[in-house]
């Protein structure tokens, strides 16, 4: 019997290959992000952090939505005059009054009657791109890492795009500027020359909508609640706007962050564009290699490669 078994335990090991030749198994974007060392990691600045609080949802769960603004050059005149509406405690009491299926979801005064700041500045719509090269980059340079742009990327909308400073930008005819990607933030507008005063401001919860770029100001992106816009009803009136004035949801404040108490301030980092780690991490997002997939698509959209962002625990 011993000899039995020792001859089936033999014959088994002939079938099953031993795991220590087992390939490893190929991490997925995701598994790269989460892996990728702490030197890797850029905080955000709590001043860059737009914070809004909207009514609590029907079962009493507050509802906080984290906005990054945009890093300069790109549009600093709306950012300024944001950054004085939320000094100014402007959108208390306002509401999301928009919310249109695959596209935005949009808040400001419905009335139209509040008051703006009267320190507002105009901004021509020359500022919706800046010169190339133009973006002030604010990472600690990773050792080893690969310069930006890792390597331009066609694209239907622009001579080419590229990740600087950990945002996705565009290029064409020596001017740059920042794209409506998944949970990118804009200033509402109407008919041009008008160009918003950032006052009226909108989240992309739909498929990117790149043909509004260069025509309308990207000031940001959402990084954490995005699904508390997502998520709110559709409205049935023209382009999305809620009918009735009961179902706006009503937003309590919108600071940003280092006027919040210290222990109440989001903290947040995203992963350095100008990193190895993310380099594998575009190309992981470029050619899924991981066990689900079954065909590297070869290629993927600048937008189907978000920035990765997480929260920072409090120490």
């Given at each position: 019997?011993?000899?039995?078994?020792?001859?089936?335990?033999?014959?088994a090991?002939?079938?099953?290959?031993?795991?220590?030749?087992?390939?490893?198994?190929?991490?997925?974007?995701g598994?790269?992000a989460?892996?990728?060392?702490?030197?890797?990691?850029?905080?955000?600045?709590p001043?860059?952090?737009?914070?809004?609080?909207?009514?609590?949802?029907?079962?009493?769960?507050?509802?906080?939505?984290?906005?990054?603004?945009m890093?300069?050059?790109?549009?600093?005149g709306?950012?300024?005059?944001?950054r004085k509406l939320?000094?100014?405690?402007?959108?208390?009491?306002?509401s999301?009054?928009?919310?249109?299926?695959?596209?935005?979801?949009?808040?400001?005064?419905?009335?139209?009657?509040?008051?703006?700041?009267?320190?507002?500045?105009?901004?021509?719509?020359?500022?919706?791109?800046?010169?190339?090269?133009?973006?002030?980059?604010?990472?600690?340079?990773v050792?080893?890492?690969?310069?930006?742009?890792?390597?331009?990327?066609?694209?239907?909308?622009?001579?080419?795009?590229?990740?600087?400073?950990?945002?996705?930008?565009?290029?064409?005819?020596?001017?740059?500027?920042?794209?409506?990607?998944?949970?990118?933030?804009?200033?509402?507008?109407?008919?041009?020359?008008?160009?918003g005063?950032?006052?009226?401001?909108?989240?992309?919860?739909?498929?990117?909508?790149?043909?509004?770029?260069?025509?309308?100001?990207?000031?940001?992106r959402?990084?954490?609640g995005?699904?508390?816009?997502?998520?709110?009803?559709?409205?049935?009136?023209?382009?999305?706007?809620y009918?009735?004035?009961?179902?706006?949801?009503?937003?309590?404040?919108?600071r940003?962050?280092?006027?919040?108490?210290?222990a109440?301030?989001?903290?947040?980092?995203?992963?350095s564009?100008?990193s190895?780690?993310?380099?594998?991490?575009?190309?992981?997002?470029?050619?899924?290699?991981?066990?689900?997939?079954?065909?590297?698509?070869?290629g993927?959209?600048?937008?189907?490669?978000?920035?990765?962002?997480?929260?920072?625990?409090a120490?």
């Amino acid at each position: 019997m011993k000899h039995l078994l020792v001859t089936a335990v033999a014959a088994a090991s002939l079938i099953l290959p031993a795991s220590a030749e087992e390939p490893a198994p190929i991490p997925s974007p995701g598994e790269i992000a989460a892996a990728a060392p702490a030197g890797d990691w850029v905080a955000i600045a709590p001043s860059d952090l737009l914070v809004m609080e909207l009514a609590p949802d029907a079962k009493g769960k507050p509802r906080r939505v984290v906005i990054q603004l945009m890093p300069a050059p790109f549009s600093q005149g709306w950012i300024g005059n944001i950054r004085k509406l939320a000094a100014a405690h402007w959108w208390d009491g306002t509401s999301v009054n928009r919310v249109q299926d695959n596209y935005v979801a949009q808040w400001g005064d419905a009335t139209e009657k509040k008051v703006l700041p009267a320190d507002l500045v105009t901004v021509p719509e020359q500022d919706y791109t800046v010169p190339a090269g133009q973006l002030v980059i604010h990472e600690t340079p990773v050792r080893g890492a690969t310069p930006s742009p890792h390597k331009p990327r066609g694209d239907g909308y622009a001579e080419f795009t590229r990740f600087s400073g950990g945002w996705p930008v565009a290029y064409d005819h020596g001017r740059e500027w920042p794209l409506h990607c998944y949970g990118a933030v804009g200033v509402g507008r109407n008919m041009s020359p008008d160009t918003g005063s950032g006052a009226e401001l909108y989240a992309v919860i739909g498929h990117a909508p790149r043909h509004l770029d260069r025509n309308i100001a990207v000031v940001g992106r959402v990084i954490s609640g995005i699904e508390n816009l997502s998520s709110l009803p559709r409205g049935t009136g023209a382009l999305g706007f809620y009918e009735d004035e009961k179902e706006r949801v009503a937003i309590a404040s919108i600071r940003i962050a280092t006027e919040l108490p210290s222990a109440d301030q989001p903290k947040f980092e995203y992963l350095s564009t100008e990193s190895d780690s993310f380099v594998r991490y575009a190309d992981a997002r470029e050619n899924r290699r991981d066990p689900f997939f079954i065909k590297p698509a070869g290629g993927a959209d600048i937008c189907n490669i978000p920035v990765p962002v997480r929260p920072v625990a409090a120490k």
